[in-house]
């Protein structure tokens, strides 16, 4: 636009088709309004029994509204100045979405026998009649809504660099993300343990995905960057982010499927990103002998030759840690899905721990029969954060075509033990100690000839 100001503009257009079966062998769940009642709908025959609509090939209608502008800038508003201020905004979707989607919907029932069923009196399983389908749950074990929606972010991001005396560069950094029609998973027909089960006809025993969730993830940075300079270069960069959703529901976490305890709710669900980490200290550091006048690049004969072209990088990150859920396992009545449902919060102080614990088993209780637990997803802060790794190598130049690379890698040189997580089942003897550590330190040569 002007010597001082550089402006990209684009508008991209995506399209994922929902994926079909060669013979059609894909089952979708053909549901009533409020879920009163639902039966398989089979893409060979995509007519539902229950509504009578009629449903595309894929059983998920496509979506073809992933228009992506996206905007950047580069201004220096100073001539002559380092300082330049980069802000841009963009579109993104997530049209990949429907591979994970496909490969639950095949060969469900009634094409194959899949289905989840709770043991009690009206439902008695024995190994004699294990695979007989119960009358008071749906076969189909994964419906979808037909309407499905690619979900999409929003992302902005203001970038302001300049240079400083000593050749270092700094870039203070923000970043905000919002996500929309975000995946959201949950069971109908499911109430607490103790209440009375407030639609008997209805069916339960399957799970259902929409995409209605939401998200937000904010972060700012500031770095310090040396640049090369006789050998040395380093990086140092202090980030705080605060991500938030409720959107990650039939995703992956502590080792089980997330799925909203209460399908009534889900405004309930809205916690912490398992991801979350509220701050991060990350240190890069990389010397290269015999680089730069200072460096021995002069430095000539057998010296020369034993001294340069080694290289030492090493990279410690250090953080808060990343949120956990306190679990109370119990099924969710007509389905053989357990947890984790969450308990009670008490109101006690959940750091102040017992001696030789880390959290306050005072803190929770098991919800009152008939109620759903009130703590929070994600509401735990498990342990600080700690890593470091390092190299050390070189490469031996034997011939034109013949090279030798020789590196001594290590992961936790220090050896340090840093805990990953708390144990949080409130049912367990073990809540409040460590769930698991890091590493023990390892150490690597390996050496590799190129020709």
Request: aromatic share 10%.
């Amino acid at each position: 636009m002007t010597p001082s100001l550089t402006v990209n503009v684009g508008l991209r257009w995506e399209y994922w088709t929902p994926i079909t079966e060669l013979y059609g062998r894909l089952v979708n769940l053909d549901i009533t309004p409020g879920f009163a009642a639902a039966a398989p709908v089979i893409a060979y025959n995509p007519v539902g029994e229950l509504t009578g609509d009629r449903y595309p090939a894929s059983l998920v209608q496509p979506d073809k509204h992933a228009f992506q502008p996206r905007i950047g800038m580069a201004w220096r508003p100073i001539a002559g100045s380092s300082l330049i201020i980069r802000p841009s905004y963009g579109v993104y979707y997530n049209t990949s979405v429907y591979q994970t989607i496909a490969t639950q919907m095949a060969q469900q029932s009634p094409l194959s026998k899949s289905f989840a069923v709770q043991n009690s009196a009206a439902d008695p399983l024995t190994l004699a009649n294990g695979f007989i389908a119960s009358p008071t749950s749906t076969q189909t074990t994964f419906g979808i809504d037909p309407n499905f929606r690619v979900g999409y972010t929003q992302t902005w991001q203001l970038q302001v660099q300049r240079d400083l005396p000593g050749g270092l560069v700094m870039i203070a950094n923000y970043i905000g993300i919002k996500g929309t029609r975000g995946t959201q998973q949950f069971y109908p027909n499911t109430y607490p343990a103790g209440a009375v089960n407030p639609c008997a006809t209805c069916l339960p025993g399957y799970s259902y995905l929409t995409s209605n969730g939401n998200s937000t993830n904010e972060r700012g940075s500031i770095q310090l960057r040396r640049r090369l300079h006789n050998g040395f270069t380093a990086t140092l960069q202090y980030t705080y982010a605060k991500a938030i959703d409720d959107s990650s529901l039939g995703g992956k976490g502590q080792g089980t499927s997330v799925i909203a305890q209460n399908w009534l709710d889900l405004s309930a669900e809205r916690g912490l990103s398992p991801f979350d980490q509220r701050q991060l200290l990350t240190f890069t550091g990389q010397y290269t002998t015999g680089v730069g006048m200072h460096g021995g690049t002069l430095l000539d004969g057998w010296r020369g030759t034993v001294f340069k072209e080694w290289t030492l990088s090493t990279q410690i990150n250090a953080g808060t840690g990343l949120p956990l859920t306190p679990l109370y396992p119990a099924l969710l009545a007509g389905t053989g899905f357990n947890g984790p449902l969450r308990p009670n919060y008490t109101g006690a102080p959940l750091y102040a721990a017992p001696s030789g614990l880390f959290l306050n088993p005072a803190a929770y209780t098991a919800p009152a029969p008939g109620q759903w637990g009130n703590a929070g997803r994600d509401s735990i802060t498990g342990p600080d954060q700690f890593s470091i790794s390092a190299s050390f190598a070189r490469t031996f130049r034997l011939r034109d075509r013949m090279n030798m690379d020789v590196s001594l890698n290590s992961s936790n040189p220090i050896n340090h033990p840093v805990f990953g997580g708390w144990q949080t089942n409130i049912l367990s003897t073990q809540f409040g100690l460590p769930a698991s550590t890091n590493a023990m330190r390892k150490v690597q040569l390996s050496l590799r000839v190129r020709f």
